[in-house]
């Protein structure tokens, strides 16, 4: 398992590196609506734009407020400063203003070869998943004439078929950490996670067979509580992992570098872009769908329910209304159903705060009998 957290931890990680040294483009993006299928069958590799906990917000201060989300920010800096510099390109999408200003600074500043802005819509009905399903058609054919590829539907579904088996070997590893003896601790779940979206997909698949199968007996014990951890984008794995040496086992999560990124194949017919836009606008549990609170609602409640968990953790970065206000309403609903809740507001990479957040974590645990 160190491997993988090592080159989870790492932004270019020796098969990104390995990629780029053989003339492989990569292209980066950031929200989990980004359908990574399309880049995938233009034989580009997709590459999920993380901070990974750094701290280091200087450079990005001077094109973003302070009142903008943290995390972006992070983001941000590591653009800037050169750290993304292996990047060919940037698919912006509108998953909120945070978002959208972190993205258009980067193309500012340092004005990829390619940008393309892929526009996803804020609910669901047959007209929004039509648009959709013309966006990824323009992303398709803006790949093809930059890169000179063809991108047919043969190629789309062996994509789609790779990233399904994907999908489905990580659906599984989340059946491992709820077991009644989890075999996989929380930070072990979001490392693995955090690592299939930054590196090829062949590889990875083997790197996660392997993992699978020596974890697949294993017993993780001396926790004190089953947590879920849910609320705003996460990848810092030191944050998870004080949790956990706390003595709450995070069990399940919700969170978009997490549960949320594993879609299951739509029931539907027509070809490889009417299975994406369907297969992803249908299963964005995100706060930015303002007309899917109650989908949003029952994905955690499952999850909670599923893992039998004693607690649950919502988190938001500072400034992000989006999941701030839904997790106070997430809060009411878990805890009518029996499962105790603590809110918590953090700073992205703000480790000289974590005495504060393990000290509400420890009164939590104290307080729901871990």
Same mark, same amino acid.
């Given at each position: 398992?160190?491997?993988?957290?090592?080159?989870?931890?790492?932004?270019?990680?020796?098969?990104?590196?390995?990629?780029?040294?053989?003339?492989?483009?990569?292209?980066?993006?950031?929200?989990?609506?980004?359908?990574?299928?399309?880049?995938?069958?233009?034989?580009?590799?997709?590459?999920?734009?993380?901070?990974?906990?750094?701290?280091?917000?200087?450079?990005?201060?001077?094109?973003? *407020?302070?009142?903008?989300?943290?995390?972006?920010?992070?983001?941000?800096?590591?653009?800037?400063?050169?750290? !993304?510099?292996?990047?060919?390109?940037?698919?912006?999408?509108?998953?909120?203003?945070?978002?959208?200003?972190?993205?258009?600074?980067?193309?500012?500043?340092?004005?990829?070869?390619?940008?393309?802005?892929?526009?996803?819509?804020?609910?669901?009905?047959?007209?929004?998943?039509?648009?959709?399903? $013309?966006?990824?058609?323009?992303?398709?054919?803006?790949?093809?004439?930059?890169?000179?590829?063809?991108?047919?539907?043969?190629?789309?579904?062996?994509?789609?078929?790779?990233?399904?088996?994907?999908?489905?070997?990580?659906?599984?590893?989340?059946?491992?950490?709820?077991?009644?003896?989890?075999?996989?601790?929380?930070?072990?779940?979001?490392?693995?996670?955090?690592?299939?979206?930054?590196?090829?997909?062949?590889?990875?698949?083997?790197?996660?067979?392997?993992?699978?199968?020596?974890?697949? $007996?294993?017993?993780?014990?001396?926790?004190?509580?089953?947590?879920?951890?849910?609320?705003?984008?996460?990848?810092?794995?030191?944050?998870?992992? $004080?949790?956990? *040496?706390?003595?709450?086992?995070?069990?399940?999560?919700?969170?978009? !570098?997490?549960?949320?990124?594993?879609? *299951?194949?739509?029931?539907?017919? /027509?070809?490889?872009?009417?299975?994406?836009?369907?297969?992803?606008?249908?299963?964005?549990?995100?706060?930015?769908?303002?007309?899917? !609170?109650?989908?949003?609602?029952?994905?955690?409640? /499952?999850?909670?329910?599923?893992?039998?968990?004693?607690?649950?953790?919502?988190?938001?970065?500072?400034?992000?209304?989006?999941?701030?206000?839904?997790?106070?309403?997430?809060?009411?609903?878990?805890? *009518?159903?029996?499962?105790?809740?603590?809110?918590?507001?953090?700073?992205?990479?703000?480790?000289?705060?974590?005495?504060?957040?393990?000290?509400?974590?420890?009164?939590?645990?104290?307080?729901?009998?871990?």
């Amino acid at each position: 398992m160190e491997d993988i957290k090592t080159l989870a931890e790492e932004i270019q990680n020796q098969y990104v590196k390995k990629w780029r040294d053989e003339g492989g483009k990569i292209l980066g993006f950031m929200c989990v609506a980004t359908p990574v299928e399309i880049i995938e069958a233009a034989g580009i590799l997709p590459y999920r734009i993380k901070a990974m906990g750094s701290p280091e917000k200087e450079l990005a201060d001077a094109y973003m *407020s302070r009142f903008n989300c943290g995390f972006c920010r992070s983001c941000l800096q590591l653009g800037l400063d050169g750290t !993304y510099d292996f990047l060919d390109g940037l698919i912006e999408t509108n998953g909120c203003d945070h978002l959208r200003g972190m993205f258009e600074n980067w193309e500012l500043a340092k004005k990829p070869a390619f940008f393309h802005y892929l526009r996803v819509p804020h609910f669901v009905r047959d007209d929004s998943l039509a648009a959709y399903e $013309e966006e990824l058609g323009l992303l398709r054919d803006a790949l093809a004439e930059h890169y000179a590829v063809t991108i047919d539907d043969e190629a789309l579904n062996v994509a789609i078929a790779t990233s399904q088996d994907i999908m489905g070997m990580l659906r599984s590893m989340n059946g491992l950490r709820e077991r009644g003896e989890p075999a996989i601790t929380g930070a072990e779940a979001l490392a693995v996670v955090a690592l299939s979206s930054s590196m090829p997909a062949q590889p990875f698949k083997a790197l996660l067979e392997g993992f699978l199968k020596e974890r697949s $007996e294993a017993k993780v014990g001396g926790f004190r509580a089953r947590l879920m951890l849910g609320g705003a984008a996460t990848d810092e794995l030191y944050f998870v992992e $004080e949790i956990e *040496s706390l003595g709450g086992m995070v069990v399940a999560d919700t969170l978009c !570098y997490g549960s949320r990124a594993l879609w *299951s194949p739509p029931d539907t017919d /027509g070809g490889p872009l009417h299975q994406l836009a369907e297969g992803y606008l249908r299963n964005l549990n995100c706060p930015r769908m303002f007309k899917d !609170y109650e989908q949003r609602r029952d994905f955690v409640l /499952g999850t909670a329910a599923r893992a039998e968990v004693d607690g649950a953790v919502l988190i938001h970065n500072k400034f992000c209304d989006l999941h701030a206000v839904d997790n106070v309403a997430l809060r009411v609903d878990l805890e *009518s159903e029996g499962v105790p809740v603590l809110l918590l507001e953090k700073d992205y990479g703000a480790r000289a705060d974590i005495g504060r957040i393990k000290t509400r974590i420890q009164a939590f645990l104290e307080r729901i009998g871990g």
